[in-house]
DNA sequence: AAACTAACTGCATAACTATGCGGTATTTAC
DNA sequence: GTAAATACCGCATAGTTATGCAGTTAGTTT
């Protein structure tokens, strides 16, 4: 049995979500609220698996009820419902520690099929968000001028905080003939310096500094 | 009519699949092969609506393979269909420009209902793996010591390419009074240099260069 | 042949970064 | 009162970065 906890304002949607989840065999509303402030003080808050949280909330919003529940129940897996699709909205939440996003129009069966997607480590996402959160992965495709391979991973030694120096003697060149390639890479990234470049080349996955 | 093409170097596998995706009635096969040299020579390439590819293949791997499509044929939906599940081969293939990822073992029903959904505008990816790549959205929690405010704001202008007399100027403080809060980036970031805080920032979700 | 390009190198120099050391002012706790 | 912590500031200095200018060598193109 899943227990299902509902944040959202607006109680006519709140009851209809209630209705139709109560329906499943396999799930059960154990908690619904008009705000996280309400939620946060109720005892069934640590009980909750799955939470279907609204953004806009009076008082506290849904992205810092997130926050807040990942800090005191991060077992609870969250899943925004809201009409909110664009970036900040939906990278706040994600960041926050959203598992979850969909659109408020979703279908009742859409609806309980993500709770559970939610519940067994899944992470239901509306299909065109899924695709613009997924989209940020790609490399981008929008640089006139590919990096060589050497200006990659002389870009990928910048961002550990090497000296010229350092990274010269690792890839068996003098200090000028690495500045060489750094200003090919600025000129290709079209920035001016190292910090620009290691932003621009992780922004663009171009470099990953978690896996390189 | 969804046209799906299969780049899988098993025999019976791509067959299988081929006999119930074709079962469907919204969807048909129009090519199947067993490498991507031999799909990519094929008339059929460039009218396939969702591709399913394999990572592990003769000569040219999936992941090269999706590099490919992209390039010369960008209106493909690609799902990589593998039993991979380590991040470098889900990042890669993602970075390449995969819209979705599903382990080899999913069930016919949810092959074909990640082909709809791949053509419709999502990203199917098999639960535990999409679990994994919304999780590389979370900000960090492991550090220690969170940033301030203040601190998060100077880490962003480093990651600009300013100064330190510029951002002084920028946020009404000396240049040693910036050099002072560096210093405590640093010392909570754990590294040692500009380039570092700026990579690790990044990678820890605490800026994001793209949106801030 | 000459011209062009890319990779590597060098030198000079101004600007910038990081470190060590020191200080003041304010707030909080004992 | 004292002590500790925080935010801001200062100075000196060595190391580093970025720019401008120049060069050599090898390979490719005209």
Same mark, same amino acid.
């Given at each position: 049995m899943i227990k299902v906890g509902i944040i959202e304002d607006n109680e006519y949607m709140r009851e209809g979500w209630e209705t139709f989840i109560d329906?499943?065999?396999?799930?059960?509303?154990?908690g619904s609220f008009g705000s996280c402030e309400e939620a946060f003080e109720s005892e069934v808050i640590n009980k909750i698996n799955v939470a279907i949280m609204?953004?806009?909330?009076?008082?506290?919003s849904g992205i810092e009820g997130v926050n807040y529940m990942r800090e005191h129940h991060p077992d609870v897996n969250i899943i925004m419902a809201t009409v909110h699709d664009d970036d900040d909205h939906i990278f706040d939440a994600l960041k926050a520690g959203a598992v979850g996003y969909l659109m408020k129009k979703v279908t009742p069966d859409e609806m309980v099929s993500a709770i559970r997607d939610a519940h067994n480590g899944g992470s239901p996402i509306t299909p065109n968000i899924a695709r613009k959160v997924i989209a940020?992965?790609?490399? =981008? =495709?929008?640089?006139e001028e590919e990096l060589s391979e050497r200006e990659i991973q002389i870009l990928k030694e910048l961002a550990t905080g090497r000296s010229y120096a350092a990274i010269g003697k690792k890839i068996f060149l003098s200090v000028d003939g690495v500045r060489h390639h750094i200003r090919n890479i600025y000129q290709k990234l079209e920035v001016h310096s190292r910090s620009e470049a290691i932003a621009k080349g992780i922004s663009k996955r171009i470099i990953n500094p978690d896996r390189d």
């Amino acid at each position: 049995m899943i227990k299902v906890g509902i944040i959202e304002d607006n109680e006519y949607m709140r009851e209809g979500w209630e209705t139709f989840i109560d329906f499943e065999d396999d799930l059960t509303v154990i908690g619904s609220f008009g705000s996280c402030e309400e939620a946060f003080e109720s005892e069934v808050i640590n009980k909750i698996n799955v939470a279907i949280m609204d953004i806009g909330l009076p008082g506290m919003s849904g992205i810092e009820g997130v926050n807040y529940m990942r800090e005191h129940h991060p077992d609870v897996n969250i899943i925004m419902a809201t009409v909110h699709d664009d970036d900040d909205h939906i990278f706040d939440a994600l960041k926050a520690g959203a598992v979850g996003y969909l659109m408020k129009k979703v279908t009742p069966d859409e609806m309980v099929s993500a709770i559970r997607d939610a519940h067994n480590g899944g992470s239901p996402i509306t299909p065109n968000i899924a695709r613009k959160v997924i989209a940020t992965f790609q490399k =981008a =495709a929008d640089l006139e001028e590919e990096l060589s391979e050497r200006e990659i991973q002389i870009l990928k030694e910048l961002a550990t905080g090497r000296s010229y120096a350092a990274i010269g003697k690792k890839i068996f060149l003098s200090v000028d003939g690495v500045r060489h390639h750094i200003r090919n890479i600025y000129q290709k990234l079209e920035v001016h310096s190292r910090s620009e470049a290691i932003a621009k080349g992780i922004s663009k996955r171009i470099i990953n500094p978690d896996r390189d």
